[in-house]
């Protein structure tokens, strides 16, 4: 890992709610809203952000876990903040808490938890699979 990689990097990313961010079951969308998967991809998305800066050449991330509370729904055509704060840090692991805003409104929190690997293992890794 990079130099500088502590708790309190923080990264954003906006999002514009679309229809293919509803909840569909069998190409039927149940609710005009943004979906928990959504929220989820966005969440994995920001935090792979905080990351990708501070990694050596020789290192990748890998999502070990997300966790997805997803407080309030949230139409079709606004616009959504997801910010991921880095609140555990070290040469193998990075936790991000997340957070989901439509205006000042919150509509989402939770964790992502990435794990870093050198590339080469996490190639023999997948080898296995």
Known sequence: ?????????????????????????GGVIIH??????????????AARMVLVDYLDPDEEGIGAHVSVDHLAP???????????????ASDRRAVCQ???HDGDRLLATGRQVQVVMKK??????????
């Open 74 to 88: 949230c139409t079709i055509g606004k616009t959504v903040r997801v910010t991921a704060e880095l609140v555990e």
């Open 32 to 45: 005009r809203c943004y979906s928990t998967w959504s929220v989820a991809h966005h969440m994995e998305l």
């Open 120 to 129: 080469e293992a996490l190639r023999r890794l997948l080898e296995r699979c």
């Open 1 to 25: 890992m990079k130099a500088g990689f502590l708790p309190g990097i923080t990264r954003e990313i906006s999002v514009n709610v679309t229809e293919d961010m509803c909840p569909a079951f």
């Open 98 to 100: 997340m957070r989901v």
